[in-house]
């Protein structure tokens, strides 16, 4: 998991080449990466890929700041079921 | 004593008066003003606006070289003064509309057309709700109330100045939210989206909003603030290339909601107006394409009517646009913007 969201992040959301590559401890939002829309895109991302629906209450800095952060917080929310990757796997 | 100084103290005494009238004028008359008959009220404001313009020569000035720098030279000694005049009526009349969205807007509904409400029909009946696409033109916060008075779910996207940096005067914040919030936020589905620096879920909450099938206003004009200049794209915007924030294309592209534009502006008579509502504007192509259209129409809306359009007020705000040459302005403390944002400015 912590590799394809790091692999999107790298490729549709970092615009600055000089913080790749990414580590999956580095802060999304100090860095700059992440912003609003940015976040949408996350979103709509890991819903699609890994059908984890992600509520509005959970759209805290917490669960979105880094690669690992992310991934905790969908292994958290689906259990077992979200460490398996949909889709194109 | 010559009249030199004279001048001089009726202009101090004007600066001291004039923060007392402000608050006088949005607690105390507007609100009485507002019970008025329409006509009455309206020339009423208008009154105001004279004397505002008449007794703030400082700010006169300063609007007038505004309105030159950016539209240019050729508009003329007489035709600029007009538009000075104009926006300085215009804002003191916006403050009557306000309060006249008391109720259910009912007062205020019988003074504005609406245009287009069937585009807007249109795009919610795709199911991914619609994105009102607007400026700081006209009285565009009490036409989006009066949309939603009128059975559309409106949410908008704006920052509110007085709420940040978190050191403002708490005294501050809640004048504003008695006097002006709290009117506007009647008429909205669910609280304002405030796109401060920091608040990364506010783009998925106007995707919350969307995929309820609602409306969602943005102000595709607005000043970015320093934090956000790395994501602004130039695009052609009155006569130059300006700084603008492409963030409605990225959202309509992500959601799947069709953007319109809206403006309203006032006729000759000053109370009553017209919401005019655009078919959805096409996203083919890149983002900059897309996003060009947007501003165009922005553009044309305030050439249109240029008085209608609140920037004027504020060299700051034309700067961070690149509409007038100058560094950005210093940022607040927070990095947030100076002081605009969303309007209201406390000098209405």
Not at chain 1, 42 to 60: T, Y
Not at chain 2, 226 to 241: C, N, S, W, Y
Request: aromatic content about 8%; hydrophobic content about 45%; overall charge neutral.
């Amino acid at each position: 998991m912590e590799e394809v969201i790091n692999d999107y992040i790298s490729r549709e959301l970092v615009q600055d080449a000089s913080l790749l590559p990414l580590g999956n401890a580095t802060s999304l939002l100090e860095t700059g990466i992440l912003d609003s829309l940015s976040l949408l895109r996350l979103v709509v991302f890991v819903q699609q890929r890994f059908g984890v629906a992600v509520d509005d209450v959970d759209l805290v800095p917490e669960h979105f700041d880094s690669v690992d952060a992310i991934s905790a917080y969908l292994r958290s929310r689906e259990g077992g079921r979200a460490g398996q990757v949909v889709g194109h796997g | 004593m010559g009249e030199g100084a004279a001048k001089v103290g009726l202009a101090r005494v004007g600066r001291l008066l004039r923060p007392v009238e402000t608050i006088a004028y949005w607690l105390v008359v507007a609100p009485l003003l507002a019970l008025l008959p329409a006509a009455l009220a309206y020339r009423a404001a208008c009154w105001r606006g004279d004397w505002t313009l008449r007794y703030w020569p400082e700010k006169r000035c300063e609007v007038v070289r505004n309105l030159r720098q950016v539209l240019g030279e050729e508009l003329g000694q007489p035709e600029t003064e007009r538009l000075a005049r104009d926006i300085f009526r215009i804002r003191t009349c916006e403050v009557i509309d306000l309060m006249r969205l008391r109720g259910r807007a009912r007062s205020l509904r019988d003074l504005v057309e609406i245009r287009g409400g069937e585009h807007l029909d249109g795009a919610l009946a795709g199911g991914n709700g619609a994105i009102l696409c607007s400026a700081h033109f006209g009285s565009y916060m009490c036409a989006f109330s009066l949309l939603h008075a009128g059975g559309f779910p409106v949410t908008s996207i704006g920052r509110w100045w007085w709420n940040y940096p978190p050191g403002q005067s708490s005294v501050v914040r809640r004048l504003w939210d008695l006097i002006y919030a709290r009117r506007v936020l009647r008429h909205r589905q669910r609280p304002n989206i405030e796109p401060w620096p920091g608040r990364v879920q506010v783009a998925v909450q106007a995707a919350a909003a969307l995929r309820d099938n609602g409306v969602v206003t943005i102000c595709s004009d607005a000043p970015p603030l320093d934090a956000e200049r790395t994501r602004t794209i130039k695009v052609p915007f009155l006569g130059r290339q300006a700084s603008l924030l492409p963030g409605v294309v990225t959202l309509a592209r992500l959601t799947g909601a069709p953007v319109l534009m809206a403006f309203a502006h006032r006729s000759a008579d000053y109370r009553h107006q017209v919401l005019e509502i655009s078919p959805p504007v096409p996203m083919e192509g890149g983002t900059a394409a897309a996003f060009g259209q947007c501003v165009a129409a922005m553009d044309a809306a305030i050439r249109a009517n240029p008085a209608e359009w609140d920037f004027w007020f504020e060299p700051d705000d034309l700067v961070r646009l690149g509409l007038l040459p100058g560094t950005s302005p210093a940022p607040a403390p927070d990095d947030s913007a100076g002081r605009t944002g969303e309007l209201p400015q406390f000098s209405r």
